[in-house]
Structure formats: structure tokens, C-alpha cells
């Protein structure tokens, strides 16, 4: 005589515990981002300017430099020139408009539009100097400013060039 049988369970099927899960992901998540620590390198770009190139029209169609007898060498130039000095820690630390210095970025803008909204001046396009230990945050603000001038002519600004002080 046969023992009795088993009775066989009901095989169901298995649940996995998805609030477990998520809860687990979301620690994991909190822990990460409040541990990371980015090396200050990341957020420093080195600014490297290019080469000095001439980029000014002159109207009388003379190259620069050719006539030896020019006694005013910058008659006849459209390019306003901005000066952007940075100190050791990378920040602004002179910011002129031709020979003028201007105080700071509220100053740059109220002598830009001066200067450019004038219908004498004949300005077309602004030349930036900068000096290579400044930060590029700091020259992207003196573009946005720039950037948001108009002519006497009343279209927008649209004419920058950047050339790197000589000697840093």
C-alpha cells in the first residue's frame, strides 16, 4: 500500500517588490550626487586666443603700414577697440573703451551706445583686446553687452573681433 501522497502546491507566480527596488535606486542616486566632488580643473576653461589678424576696414583703401608719410595712422579705421584686462585670479580687473576706461560692465554698456549710436563715429565692428589669464566667464560678459548694441544705423552689432594683448 502506497503511503499517502504529497499534495502538490499550487505553483504561483513570484511578485518582485518594485517599492523595495525604486527605493533602493533612489538612495543609490541621492548618495552619488551628494558625494561627487568635481576637481576645480573642470570648470576652468584656458582661454587661447588666436593670432592677431587685422580685421579693420579702411575706407580710403589703403594698407596699413604702406604710406610712411601717414601722420594719423588710425584715420580712416571703423573698429571701436575694447580693452579687457584680467588680474592673477582670472577677473576683470581693467576694461577700457578705446583710451577711456569704463568702471565696469553697466558703464561699458551705457558708453557703447554712446558711441556707436552716434551717426559721426561711423563704428561698425568692435575689436577686443584681452589679456590671456582672463576667464572666459568674464569675456562672455563683455560679448553680451557688446553683442547687444545697436548702430546709428539701427541694426544690431554683429562685427566682433578678439585679438590677445601682446605679453599676456
Do not use: H, W
Amino acid at each position: 500500500m502506497p503511503g499517502p501522497r504529497k499534495k502538490k502546491r499550487a505553483q504561483g507566480e513570484v511578485e518582485l517588490n518594485l517599492a523595495a527596488m525604486l527605493d533602493m535606486a533612489f538612495q543609490l542616486l541621492a548618495f552619488f550626487i551628494l558625494t561627487f566632488k568635481p576637481a576645480p580643473v573642470e570648470g576652468d576653461v584656458v582661454l587661447r586666443m588666436p593670432p592677431p589678424m587685422p580685421t579693420t576696414i579702411l575706407k580710403n583703401a589703403e594698407a596699413l603700414g604702406s604710406n610712411e608719410k601717414n601722420t594719423n595712422p588710425v584715420q580712416g579705421l571703423t573698429s571701436l577697440v575694447i580693452t579687457v584686462v584680467g588680474d592673477d585670479s582670472g577677473t576683470m580687473k581693467m576694461l577700457a573703451v578705446g583710451d577711456t576706461t569704463v568702471g565696469g560692465l553697466e558703464d561699458l554698456d551705457r558708453k557703447l551706445k554712446s558711441v556707436l549710436g552716434d551717426q559721426g563715429t561711423g563704428f561698425d565692428q568692435v575689436l577686443i583686446q584681452v589679456s590671456a589669464n582672463l576667464n572666459y566667464e568674464e569675456l562672455m560678459q563683455v560679448i553680451d553687452v557688446c553683442t547687444r548694441q545697436k548702430l546709428a544705423e539701427g541694426q544690431r552689432l554683429s562685427k566682433l573681433s578678439f585679438v590677445q594683448l601682446p605679453g599676456g
